[in-house]
């Protein structure tokens, strides 16, 4: 759905639960999501863009937020007494202020990825589940605060969660990158029938880039052969990689490349 150029909220829920809201659009609204007393609602794949405040929660516990993009917006979040709501894998884009909490401690990672806040700025030498683990994954090393609770796993770079179809299954492949991945596509290999990823990177900093990339064991299983403009590189094996998913992590020099 496309809500926008509302007078109040894109979306106002008041003592609901159980909603799921995913993949609408949202700009400017005075309010993009709004929830009084809602409890065990989901919200994501959103767009909100420029409004008032972007999400606000009022005494609203166990909601799912995540994977939304909230951008250019006056409070990217904002929160008073909720608690319990899951907030990660989100996109905070230029918000005139980030977020606003008041007697409210949530949940803002996943165990394993937080949030991009774009003023946030940190370092990235360690990896792994504690980041204690020398080299870099992608993820910020320091923690971000936030009221009473914080973002162990800040990320570096927006979070773009592409989705792939094959065989009738759809599956998503996410990317976090500081660069702007474009041309995203999937195809079979004309000879060999394996399954490929092509996509470009689009940096505009001349100091290269990075992408860390989520990809299901069931769509694609590691080790892959990985291509950058013809030459062979070796992506890291993260950690966090597990059963059901392989976590990756490569970096390059210049600002456009093609993988």
Not at 17 to 30: E, I, K, L, Q
Not at 94 to 100: D, E, L, M
Not at 135 to 160: F, K, Q, V
């Amino acid at each position: 759905n496309n809500l926008s150029l509302n007078y109040f909220s894109a979306v106002d829920a008041e003592l609901s639960a159980g909603n799921v809201f995913s993949y609408n659009f949202m700009s400017g609204n005075s309010y993009g999501i709004k929830l009084s007393t809602c409890d065990y609602n989901v919200f994501s794949g959103n767009i909100l863009h420029s409004t008032g405040d972007g999400i606000t929660l009022w005494k609203s516990s166990g909601n799912t937020i995540s994977g939304n993009s909230v951008t250019e917006n006056n409070y990217g979040i904002t929160a008073v007494s909720c608690s319990n709501n899951g907030i990660y894998q989100n996109n905070f884009i230029n918000n005139t202020s980030t977020f606003f909490f008041q007697e409210s401690n949530n949940t803002w990672d996943n165990g394993v990825e937080g949030n991009y806040w774009s003023d946030y700025f940190d370092k990235d030498i360690k990896s792994g589940p504690y980041q204690n683990e020398t080299g870099s994954d992608g993820i910020w090393d320091t923690p971000r605060t936030i009221d009473s609770g914080r973002d162990d796993y800040p990320l570096m770079g927006p979070l773009t969660d592409f989705v792939v179809v094959s065989a009738g299954k759809e599956y998503h492949v996410m990317t976090i990158s500081n660069s702007t991945i474009t041309g995203f596509r999937f195809e079979l290999g004309p000879e060999t029938g394996n399954r490929i990823v092509v996509f470009n990177t689009v940096n505009p900093k001349s100091a290269g880039g990075f992408c860390r990339m989520t990809i299901s064991n069931e769509f694609m299983r590691y080790p892959y052969v990985m291509l950058m403009d013809d030459g062979e590189v070796s992506p890291t094996l993260l950690g966090v990689s597990n059963s059901t998913y392989a976590c990756i992590y490569f970096a390059y020099s210049g600002q456009n490349r093609t993988v």
